[in-house]
Structures are given as C-alpha cells and as structure tokens.
C-alpha cells in the first residue's frame, strides 16, 4: 500500500470522495507542497498533482509522486488530462507570472490550461512584496477575482509576499468544497484574566480547544464567522479579536454588531478581584477581596439573532442548572458540559433546547458539528 493511503482521512472525512486538482507552480514555496498535499490528504482528499516546469527546478516530482500517491502532470498527453473532472482546484504556491496567464485566459502549460478547464480555483500567491503590489498584478487578481477565483491572502513578511500557512490553506480548501450558509457568526472562547495587582491575575483552566474547534467548523460552513479569543490565539485564517478581562469583552459587545448567531464557549470569571496597586509583597499572607463580575450573556442576548451558551459543572446537577441558565440568559439553547472536558481532547455535552435534549460525546472536533448545527 502507497503511504498516501495509509494517512487517507486520519484527521477527518470533511473531503472524503472529493477530488482536488493540485497545481505547484515556479516559487521557492513550492518546498511546502508536500506538506499541503498530505494535509489534504488526512481530512481525506484524493490529490490529482500538477507541477510546472519551474516547479520541478524548487522540488523534485519524485517527493510529489510520494505525497499524493500520483505521478505529477508536467505536460499535456493526448489523454487530454486538463478535462478531468474535480470537486476543486487548488494553485498553492502561485506566482504572479501564472496568475496574470489565467487572468488573461491565456494557457500554455499545464497548470494554466487546468485553470481554464475548472471553474472552482483557489490561489494562494507567493512572490516578492514588490511584484504582489504591482499595478499590473493588482489588476489581474481583480480580473480572477471577478471571474470567481478565490484568493487565499499572503503575508507580508521580510519584504515579501509569503505564501499563506498549511492550516490556512487546507482550511479554505475544505470551505470551498463544503456546503455554505450565508449567516454572520460570532465564536467566543477561551478564558479572562482578572488582575490582582500590577503583575499578577486571577483566571482558570480553560484550554479554549471548544471554542477553536467550533470555530473551525463554524468557518468551514458558514459565510462569515468572526473569533474573539481570551487566552488563546485566534486562528490565522479568521477575523479574530482578543480580550484579556471581562472588561475588554464589554467593551468588544458595546462595539459590536448584529450576528445571526453568537456562541459563547468563553470561560468568564465570575470574579473581579479588588486590585492592588503596584507589586504585592510575597512575604506576608493577604486577602484578596472578590466582587460578582457583570453577567455576559444577558449582554450578548442584544447582538445575537440566536444565542448559544456553555454551562459547566458536575454531572449530576449540570443539566438542571444549565436549563435553569437557559432561562434566565433567555439563550436559544446551551450546551451543558463537565469539568472532565477542561484541557482534555474529549468531551461530552447535552444539547438542550426549549422542547428538546440530546448527547454526544468524543473529540472536540466531532462533537462542534452537533453545535454548528444549530447555526
């Protein structure tokens, strides 16, 4: 057995029996082909790869033919190869020389006379700073970009135009090829920091690892989702925010505008410690003073369409308690969990509704499907 089938869906089935034209084009990012290859892979692609001429010059067809499991198209056959049908087309590194040959229609290597041939193509750019801002290529993105073509944007880095990361790429490729709902989505998640002095703050356990992978389900099928993360790092391919303190996400909601859903997976403290100015001076005991935090829900109750919270507490009382917050937070539903879910890989949940109740258990990933569901 081929190595590539080996890792065939380990990550997920999001792309099981879906097919994806890779095109490899002449940049020196062309080096990080394999590795996006094999990620599309193990959410369980089947990889169809092209390389242009230049391309075999950065990376040899030999490490492509090993990380897809195919031969690498170079040039056309009389087997008119470019007619093959795909679920999506992906050209990832894409220099400004093979976007300006789509962009005019023009095709005279394999990778442009593919481009010709599908009508769901994804680029991710990768040349100098100064090519991407050329006038010229500005008007030539436009012109794909107009035709459909979908964009995935570079960083500006070190006075280039870097190729988008692995994660970013692989993420917008499974968006394309999932169904899509037009809806504007907010996932809140991870933890506050309440400060006790100049140095020091009070905050929990929170991995924030639901709230990423509701957030990552959320992007892949909804139109617009936005992220505002506490003590976790917003995904690089989201619009995201960050708060530190309840204060911050106040400020952020006070802000905001309407979302048809908003999901607040955030664990909030319900403290506000009095704070000390300065430094404390470890060598005494004190006490620290603590104040009920202003409730959250209630607030985003006003920019949310649908509202979607989290309750957390032991099994035997989390479900009555979470209807019981349900209620007052006037939440279209929440989603009751337990203290074995913090920093673990695994959960289990109780979906609860106004008339209805179910459970699900497994990874993280799995279970925010039964989560964005409810979108």
Not at 43 to 72: C, Q, V, W, Y
Not at 166 to 177: F, L, P, Q, R, Y
Not at 358 to 372: L, Q
Request: proline share 3%; net charge positive.
């Amino acid at each position: 057995m081929h190595p590539s089938r080996i890792i065939k869906g380990a990550k997920s089935k999001k792309l099981k029996g879906k097919k994806i034209i890779y095109g490899i084009t002449g940049s020196v990012a062309a080096v990080e082909s394999v590795k996006i290859a094999r990620e599309l892979i193990r959410h369980g692609a089947s990889i169809k790869p092209l390389m242009s001429r230049d391309a075999t010059k950065i990376i040899h067809p030999n490490a492509i033919e090993f990380a897809t499991g195919e031969k690498p198209l170079i040039e056309l056959t009389g087997m008119v190869e470019h007619l093959i049908k795909a679920d999506a087309m992906l050209i990832a590194p894409c220099t400004a020389n093979t976007i300006s040959k789509i962009a005019n229609g023009i095709a005279d290597d394999v990778i442009t006379t593919f481009a010709l041939s599908n009508k769901k193509i994804l680029i991710a750019p990768s040349m100098d700073k100064k090519m991407y801002e050329n006038l010229f290529l500005k008007e030539n993105i436009k012109k794909c970009m107009d035709k459909g073509i979908k964009f995935i944007e570079p960083k500006i880095e070190e006075g280039k135009a870097k190729m988008a990361d692995i994660e970013t790429i692989v993420e917008n490729v499974i968006k394309a090829i999932r169904k899509s709902i037009d809806a504007r989505v907010l996932i809140i998640g991870g933890s506050t920091m309440q400060p006790i002095d100049n140095v020091r703050a009070i905050t929990n356990f929170s991995s924030g690892k639901m709230a990423k992978a509701i957030a990552k389900e959320a992007y892949e099928r909804c139109r617009n989702v936005e992220i505002w993360c506490g003590n976790i790092e917003c995904p690089s391919y989201m619009n995201g925010k960050n708060f530190s303190t309840i204060e911050d996400l106040i400020e952020l909601i006070k802000n905001a505008e309407k979302y048809d859903t908003v999901i607040n997976c955030a664990a909030i403290s319900d403290f506000i410690p009095e704070k000390f100015s300065g430094k404390i001076s470890s060598d005494k005991e004190i006490n620290l003073k603590l104040k009920p935090a202003i409730r959250i829900n209630p607030m985003l109750r006003k920019i949310a369409g649908k509202l979607i919270i989290f309750k957390l507490d032991d099994e035997g009382n989390v479900i009555e308690k979470a209807k019981k917050r349900m209620a007052e937070d006037k939440a279209d539903y929440v989603i009751a969990n337990t203290f074995s879910a913090i920093r673990s890989e695994d959960t289990k949940i109780w979906i609860i509704g106004k008339n209805m109740m179910k459970e699900y258990k497994g990874k993280k990933d799995e279970v925010a499907k039964y989560i964005v569901d409810l979108i």
